[in-house]
């Protein structure tokens, strides 16, 4: 089965307080983006990769994807006012016979095995989307103050979010709306069951400062 990963890019990254957003920082002399793509492309040797960035940075996502490994094997578009219109931007690149893996740009910790293990369950069941535990207590708020709950039953949900392609564009047909915080609650909406699979404490999502100080020493560890 054919393999397309889109590669989402294009939010501001405000959190982190920087004027460059989180994508493009350095890790290692190498930006945040760069080691993603190339988790990718080393994955499958016949992957395909559809970048989305902002306008402002298609010059500088070009210059990034010819330091890739597979720079040939990089479609560059551009994203939308939010995560969902940046994803159907991407998907418009996709074809109807493919797994589509859908990933933040700013993970780029994720091990090619976790890849792989999305590829195979989603064959299987449709979807895969990756989660951890928690491993805090966690408590809710309610009209009655805030009570605990188990965090057995919870799960922190990673991508790469990962799909038959039929599924995921047959569901961004569906117009906006604003309770789609990942493709896992737009497949949901159109009724299908979300499959979970194991994915990885180290797969973090560079959000905040603190953030690139724990992604430099999981990378220097690595090496
Ligand atoms: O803002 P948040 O951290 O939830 O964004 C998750 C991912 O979606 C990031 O990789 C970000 O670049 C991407 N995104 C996007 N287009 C937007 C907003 C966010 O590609 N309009």
Not at 5 to 20: D, P, Q, T, Y
Not at 78 to 87: C, K, L, Q, Y
Not at 128 to 133: E, F, G, L, T, Y
């Amino acid at each position: 089965m054919k393999k397309y990963a889109i590669i989402v890019a294009a939010g501001s990254g405000k959190r982190m307080g920087k004027l460059v957003p989180k994508q493009f920082l350095l890790l290692k002399q190498k930006p945040v983006l760069l080691h993603t793509l190339d988790v990718f492309l080393k994955a499958f040797d016949d992957m395909q990769i559809i970048l989305v960035v902002a306008s402002e940075y298609v010059n500088d996502a070009k210059t990034i994807s010819r330091s890739s490994v597979s720079p040939k094997k990089i479609t560059i578009t551009v994203g939308g006012e939010t995560r969902f219109h940046s994803v159907k931007n991407g998907l418009a690149h996709v074809p109807e016979d493919a797994v589509v893996f859908v990933h933040d740009g700013v993970r780029c910790l994720l091990s090619e095995k976790l890849i792989m293990r999305c590829y195979y369950a989603a064959l299987e069941k449709g979807n895969a989307i990756p989660s951890v535990r928690p491993v805090d207590s966690l408590r809710v708020e309610t009209h009655n103050g805030n009570v605990v709950i188990d965090r057995d039953k919870v799960h922190i949900i990673q991508t790469p979010q990962t799909f038959d392609s039929k599924i995921l564009k047959a569901a961004f047909m569906q117009g906006y709306q604003e309770s789609f915080t990942d493709e896992a609650t737009v497949v949901e909406e159109m009724g299908e069951r979300i499959n979970l699979v194991e994915g990885e404490e180290n797969n973090i999502k560079i959000t905040r400062p603190i953030d690139l100080v724990i992604a430099e020493s999981i990378l220097s560890e690595r090496l």
